[in-house]
């Protein structure tokens, strides 16, 4: 029954069958790494210059290459298509038959450093888009551009070294890291504010981990952070990073960025020649975790970023005003209510002696002579009164909250932790370099009894839980 | 022979000669089959072929009555097997290697790329043509006279069928593989929406059956290595095993059942398509009676004695069938896996969810019902929707018109009914959830339990049984509502499919198309 349609069904079925399944043969038969072996061997061939390098040419079996490293658990099948790259004949190729560059293959022989150790990719493909690791191949560590290739070398050796034997570039990204400020915000082993991500391990996070809505050209982590030190707000609209960086900066940056990776080479793979040493000193340290925001800390600038004044904590006028033992306490604990973030060792991870040695650095410019007392406590103060004053004088500046903020040129007046003491000096002297101006008798012209009276209510402010 | 003239060794020598033949007759019995009796006895007499009967009706083998569905399925399972062999070569079940071992198979084993395709899409295909097999046997009334049980098996069949496909999807341990598996677990976890909403409020305390399904699955509280041990263990031995008895059954009672179902009058239409039409003089089987084993036994064996004259010898009629639809198999698999390469992502990262999370396309219609109720939508409506398909042949007892598409004309007009009305429900049940929310975006504040209790899943299965009620009532027919049944079936899975596999995006957002979801 039906015989006829069963037989012809049989028929074609065969036939289709057969011919996919030559075709699937063919295509098994012709991958794309022996195209590229041919041609190796057949340029070699061709530009020889003498019989014994014919020879030796002609005797290359064309196969599938592949450097295994059992240490690193690692198989880079790259030299599959990279034919050349240990030939010195292959110089002047084009890639990818080229010979590796600079003389970094004498000290990483193939056999133990491999491929992908340095240039990520996917040592096991077989097809340039895989190996590669271009977009959408979902692969999360694609080939390093040659840009940013140097970041590979910190995972084996110091930045002494570095800077004078081929890693210049990842040295120079190193030093500006900290000359930017970075950890001012962003925690790198621990160390640095808590306003940015945590940046450890940074390198060896997958492609999903950042967000590439707006990222522009070939969407990887590469390109990520290149342009995520571009235009801060661009990459991660709430971003409030800080970022005024050249081009040239902040590729370097990122190459020192791509050196948080988190796999660990073995101990035979390293070669440190130097400890690299972290200065510890005031001035590198304000660099390092204040400057980002507080610049150099002599004027005070109302930052459109983050919405609110950033306080000149190097102002003299401002150090006049306040013991160490203040300053210290607010470096702690930060601010409550601003980015300030609090850099104890439980938090942002300085130690005691660091917070010293920083509060020092910042307090170098303070004027020996002290601001003159002003015993708030004795003068009895009228709330509402203070209240009239600070509405007509302060809250222009301050916000009529007290809570400083956008737009606003003063600062929050809302931190419990602010002396009335501290608050009536400002009031009356002012602070030189910033727009406060003294309001005391050397100025505006208010009474000790008014300033009294408007401390009363900026600290009645504070206790309002509004 | 008489060999007593000849020495020993003219003896071998002859032997000899004749071993060609001697060993094909040894191998074949009785050599290449000439007459209905030589037919028979090839059938009978090999193993692989005496799972057939002697003879089939011709029926069975009218391609737009079974439409192969049932053999499909079995032969997709056939290359899976074979295919799933030769990747067992190349794989070693720990999270350290797997991936790599994927990535090998697909980078440098000869061949590795197409059959690792081959595997993949041979056990999803069985999905697809195991539910159509199911919707075939109801649409021509086959679940009756002694086959009811057999449905019954079909559906576990259709369980293993999306288990082992399941398990298969989580070896690669890539980023598919293990979110895939956390959505499971946390399905598996489900009760503990019902558990907790009790909980407390009588006083009392449930003990968490879900969240200790959970741990029996992952062999802890998140995936591991102790999961995929266990998820290969599944997928390549109990499953399988399963799978094997259940089909041994489901065939063996196909038999015992008298073969496939057919309607009471066939006309064999023109003889000349038949290759070795019934020889209706001499051979062993008189045209007006068959006999067989099942004489001895005691019940009804629906093939005695019925219907001889449209029988017809199963070799080679029936083989040359089988062959054809296995040929059909293999070559649809092999050039769709020649074109579509089986989906590897990164690998499996605990940190990085995939956003959005999806379980296989074949269970994005029960996500979509578990983004109403976790419980509900993953343990509940698929329960019951099971129970409800089991319950088919106990339901409807109406022993007329086996195995003819659709009973009648009204069968017909029921089905496409059927369809436009449950097309027209799921997707304004969709619509309407799409577009205006449910209970928890009205109110957050409200009870779990009510979200629980009233769900659009919920809605929609209740509208599906209230129907099919209604059809019942208004044909006076359990057929009928039989087909309405299977239909709403049909129509519930793919669209709720389609919509969790192709409109549901980044946190379960609705939208048109995949291409318009947000870059991450």
């Known amino acids: 029954m039906n015989s006829r349609f069963?037989?012809?069904?049989?028929?074609?079925?065969?036939?289709?069958?057969?011919?996919?399944?030559?075709?699937?043969?063919?295509?098994?038969?012709?991958?794309?790494?022996?195209?590229?072996?041919?041609?190796y061997k057949e340029t070699l061939i061709k530009n020889a210059k003498d019989d014994g390098t014919r020879e030796r040419a002609e005797k290359i079996q064309v196969g599938l290459q592949q450097i295994y490293i059992k240490a690193l658990n690692k198989s880079d099948r790259c030299t599959s298509c990279h034919a050349g790259v240990e030939n010195p004949l292959m110089a002047a190729a084009e890639v990818p038959y080229k010979q590796h560059s600079g003389n970094y293959l004498k000290n990483h022989p193939l056999p133990k450093f491999g491929c992908t150790l340095c240039h990520r990719g996917q040592g096991r493909a077989l097809n340039i888009a895989e190996a590669h690791g271009e977009e959408h191949q979902?692969?999360?560590?694609?080939?390093?551009?040659?840009?940013?290739?140097?970041?590979?070398?910190?995972?084996?050796?110091?930045?002494?070294?570095?800077?004078?034997?081929?890693?210049?570039?990842?040295?120079?990204?190193?030093?500006?890291?900290?000359?930017?400020?970075?950890?001012?915000?962003?925690?790198?082993?621990?160390?640095?504010?808590?306003?940015?991500?945590?940046?450890?391990?940074?390198?060896?996070?997958?492609?999903?981990?950042?967000?590439?809505?707006?990222?522009?050209?070939?969407?990887?982590?590469?390109?990520?952070?290149?342009?995520?030190f571009d235009d801060p707000r661009k990459i991660v609209p709430e971003s409030q990073m800080r970022a005024f960086l050249t081009d040239e900066e902040?590729?370097?940056?990122?190459?020192?960025?791509?050196?948080?990776?988190?796999?660990?080479?073995?101990r035979s793979y390293r070669l440190i020649k130097n400890i690299d040493?972290?200065?510890?000193?005031?001035?590198?340290?304000?660099?390092?975790?204040?400057?980002?925001?507080?610049?150099?800390?002599?004027?005070?600038?109302?930052?459109?970023?983050?919405?609110?004044?950033?306080?000149?904590?190097?102002?003299?006028?401002?150090?006049?005003?306040?013991?160490?033992?203040?300053?210290?306490?607010?470096?702690?604990?930060?601010?409550?209510?601003?980015?300030?973030?609090?850099?104890?060792?439980?938090?942002?991870?300085l130690t005691e002696k660091q917070i010293d040695e920083i509060v020092k650095y910042v307090a170098k410019d303070r004027p020996s002579e002290k601001s003159r007392p002003f015993n708030v406590a004795k003068i009895k103060s009228d709330i509402e009164r203070g209240a009239e004053i600070y509405n007509n004088r302060c809250a222009l500046c301050h916000g009529e909250e007290g809570k400083g903020g956008e737009n606003l040129l003063g600062m929050t007046l809302r931190d419990s932790a602010l002396s009335p003491e501290f608050i009536a000096i400002t009031v009356r002297d002012g602070r030189k370099g910033t727009p406060m101006v003294p309001f005391g008798n050397g100025g505006i012209g208010l009474s000790n009894q008014e300033i009294a009276d408007t401390v009363a209510y900026v600290k009645n402010l504070t206790n309002d839980k509004k | 022979m008489d060999n007593s003239n000849k020495t020993g060794l003219a003896q071998f020598a002859d032997n000899l000669k004749s071993v060609k033949s001697s060993f094909v007759g040894s191998f074949s019995r009785g050599g290449w089959p000439t007459s209905d009796k030589g037919r028979t006895s090839t059938v009978v007499n090999n193993f692989f072929l005496h799972l057939?009967?002697?003879?089939?009706?011709?029926?069975?083998?009218?391609?737009?009555?079974?439409?192969?569905?049932?053999?499909?399925?079995?032969?997709l399972l056939v290359i899976a097997f074979i295919s799933g062999g030769f990747l067992m070569v190349y794989y070693s079940p720990s999270t350290t290697t797997a991936f790599n071992a994927v990535k090998d198979i697909n980078f440098v084993v000869f061949g590795g790329q197409l059959m690792r395709n081959i595997h993949k899409w041979s056990g999803e295909a069985m999905i697809i043509f195991v539910i159509l097999h199911m919707v075939r046997i109801v649409y021509t009334n086959s679940y009756k006279q002694g086959r009811e049980f057999n449905w019954v098996i079909g559906i576990v069949l259709l369980i293993l069928t999306f288990v082992l496909n399941?398990?298969?999807?989580?070896?690669?341990?890539?980023?598919?593989?293990?979110?895939?598996?956390?959505?499971?677990?946390?399905?598996?976890?489900?009760?503990?929406?019902?558990?907790?909403?009790?909980?407390?409020?009588?006083?009392?305390?449930?003990?968490d059956i879900g969240g200790a399904t959970k741990e029996v699955l992952l062999g802890g509280t998140e995936p591991g290595q102790e999961s995929l041990t266990r998820v290969y263990l599944l997928h390549i031995l109990l499953l399988p095993l399963a799978i094997c008895v259940f089909l041994g059954v489901h065939f063996f009672r196909i038999r015992k059942d008298g073969g496939l179902t057919r309607p009471a009058n066939v006309s064999a239409g023109s003889g000349e398509s038949i290759i070795s039409p019934p020889e209706k003089k001499g051979g062993i089987f008189p045209t007006h009676k068959t006999y067989g084993l099942m004489e001895l036994s005691k019940g009804r064996t629906p093939a005695v004695d019925t219907d001889i004259e449209n029988t017809v010898t199963s070799w080679p009629n029936l083989f040359i069938a089988e062959i054809a639809v296995f040929m059909f198999t293999l070559a649809a698999v092999v050039a769709y896996s020649y074109f579509f390469d089986a989906p590897l992502k990164e690998y499996a990262n605990p940190m990085i969810p995939e956003n959005p999370a999806k379980a296989p396309w074949y269970f994005l219609g029960l996500q979509e019902l578990v983004s109403y109720s976790a419980f509900m939508g993953g343990q509940g409506l698929p329960g019951l929707a099971l129970a409800?398909?089991?319950?088919?042949?106990?339901?409807?007892?109406e022993n007329r018109d086996i195995g003819i598409w659709f009973t009648n004309k009204q069968g017909k007009a029921i089905a496409i009914e059927s369809f436009i009305v449950g097309s027209v429900a799921v997707i304004g049940t969709l619509a309407f959830v799409v577009t205006q929310g449910w209970f928890r975006e009205w109110w957050p504040e409200i009870h779990q339990l009510w979200i629980v209790a009233i769900n659009p899943g919920n809605l929609l299965l209740g509208f599906v049984m209230v129907y099919t009620l209604w059809v019942i009532k208004r044909t006076n027919s359990t057929r009928m509502g039989a087909i309405s049944l299977i239909t709403f079936f049909l129509v519930c899975y793919v669209i709720l499919t389609y919509t969790g596999t192709v409109l549901r995006g980044p946190n379960w957002v609705f939208y048109w198309s995949p291409s318009d979801w947000p870059i991450h």
């Open chain 1, 6 to 39: 069963y037989l012809s069904l049989m028929l074609i079925s065969s036939l289709v069958l057969m011919a996919f399944l030559a075709i699937a043969f063919n295509r098994e038969m012709t991958p794309v790494w022996k195209d590229y072996q041919t041609e």
């Open chain 1, 138 to 228: 979902h692969w999360d560590f694609p080939i390093v551009p040659a840009k940013y290739i140097q970041s590979s070398c910190a995972s084996c050796h110091d930045y002494k070294m570095l800077e004078t034997e081929g890693g210049e570039k990842v040295a120079k990204g190193e030093k500006l890291f900290r000359e930017k400020g970075c950890l001012g915000c962003h925690k790198l082993n621990g160390v640095g504010g808590a306003l940015g991500k945590d940046i450890a391990g940074i390198a060896n996070k997958a492609y999903y981990y950042f967000s590439m809505a707006a990222v522009v050209g070939e969407r990887n982590m590469y390109s990520w952070i290149k342009q995520h």
């Open chain 1, 250 to 266: 902040a590729d370097l940056l990122t190459t020192y960025m791509l050196t948080f990776r988190t796999d660990e080479m073995p």
């Open chain 1, 277 to 349: 040493k972290v200065a510890t000193d005031g001035k590198s340290m304000y660099t390092a975790y204040c400057s980002a925001c507080h610049s150099d800390g002599k004027t005070s600038v109302y930052d459109e970023i983050f919405a609110r004044t950033i306080p000149a904590i190097r102002n003299p006028s401002f150090l006049k005003t306040i013991s160490n033992s203040e300053l210290k306490r607010i470096v702690k604990e930060g601010r409550k209510g601003t980015q300030m973030t609090a850099w104890k060792s439980e938090a942002a991870g």
């Open chain 2, 52 to 75: 057939h009967t002697a003879k089939t009706h011709i029926n069975t083998l009218k391609p737009s009555y079974t439409l192969g569905m049932g053999l499909i399925s079995f032969f």
């Open chain 2, 166 to 207: 399941l398990t298969g999807y989580m070896l690669p341990w890539d980023q598919l593989s293990y979110w895939a598996l956390v959505i499971v677990a946390n399905i598996a976890a489900a009760p503990k929406e019902l558990t907790d909403i009790f909980n407390g409020m009588f006083g009392i305390t449930l003990p």
């Open chain 2, 388 to 397: 409800g398909l089991i319950a088919i042949p106990f339901l409807d007892r």
